[in-house]
């Protein structure tokens, strides 16, 4: 098994950028939704930004943004991928960003719905570099700390890079990977002392317990 990538997603703060860069994170999420307890303005984001080394992926996070808007955003603040919620009637062009596409899961027929936006994607040669699997709860748009449905994932092979997020916990993540082996976890809630305030200990052992899992 490859290894597995890391996103620390919900970063508000330069020195919680730094420590998520620090403890070994491939990807930081600023998140840009504005009902999130975790938003940013995105006109204080580029110091956040700033003080990822290189080779640290800054991913924007929207949800009800409009495509050409994000892309907006994110070439104005120097983004090198983008994150959005996506469903098979909307395949917006991500172009020149890297694209996420979202899901909030709760069923099968979530899951083959996301099958369903791999395929259509890719025969309008819109296909999105990763697809991200989260927690369905009514609402809410991610950081819930609700656990996405594992029994419906262990067979899950969108023949494309998948990101499981959801309720992960430096207690939980590996058994996740062993059991899912996904392509990348994200982790908001479960490495923070509260929301949008990243806990060094909690986010320490997440990396390492991640590591550990392959």
């Known amino acids: 098994m490859s290894r597995v990538r890391i996103k620390i997603c919900g970063?508000?703060?330069?020195?919680?950028?730094?420590?998520?860069?620090?403890?070994?994170?491939?990807?930081?999420?600023?998140?840009?939704?504005?009902?999130?307890?975790?938003?940013?303005?995105?006109?204080?984001?580029?110091?956040?930004?700033?003080?990822?080394?290189?080779?640290?992926d800054a991913v924007g996070v929207f949800v009800d943004t409009p495509m050409r808007q994000i892309c907006a955003i994110a070439?104005?603040?120097?983004?090198?991928?983008?994150?959005?919620?996506?469903?098979?009637?909307?395949?917006?062009?991500?172009?020149?960003?890297?694209?996420?596409?979202?899901?909030?899961?709760?069923?099968?027929?979530?899951?083959?719905?996301?099958?369903?936006?791999?395929?259509?994607?890719t025969e309008a040669n819109r296909r999105p570099?990763?697809?991200?699997?989260?927690?369905?709860?009514?609402?809410?748009?991610?950081?819930t700390g609700k656990t996405a449905p594992w029994d419906l994932l262990v067979d899950f092979h969108p023949d494309i890079p998948w990101i499981l997020a959801g309720g992960l916990t430096p207690d939980n993540v590996a058994e996740a990977i062993r059991l899912l082996r996904p392509y990348a976890v994200d982790v908001a809630s479960g490495v923070e002392s509260s929301p949008g305030r990243k806990d060094p200990e909690k986010l320490r052992r997440f990396v390492e317990n991640v590591r550990a899992a392959y």
Do not use: W
């Not at 840009?32 to 303005?41: G, Q």
């Not at 960003?97 to 069923?107: D, E, G, M, Q, T």
């Not at 570099?129 to 950081?143: I, N, P, S, T, W």
């Open 129 to 143: 570099a990763a697809v991200l699997v989260d927690a369905h709860v009514e609402g809410q748009f991610g950081g």
């Open 11 to 56: 970063i508000t703060t330069a020195a919680d950028a730094r420590l998520a860069a620090d403890a070994g994170a491939d990807a930081v999420g600023i998140n840009f939704y504005p009902k999130s307890p975790r938003f940013v303005d995105p006109r204080l984001a580029p110091a956040i930004i700033q003080v990822l080394p290189p080779m640290i």
């Open 75 to 121: 070439f104005q603040l120097g983004l090198g991928s983008v994150q959005s919620f996506a469903c098979v009637g909307s395949l917006d062009d991500a172009k020149p960003f890297r694209h996420i596409a979202a899901f909030r899961v709760k069923s099968s027929e979530d899951v083959r719905m996301i099958h369903e936006y791999v395929r259509i994607s």
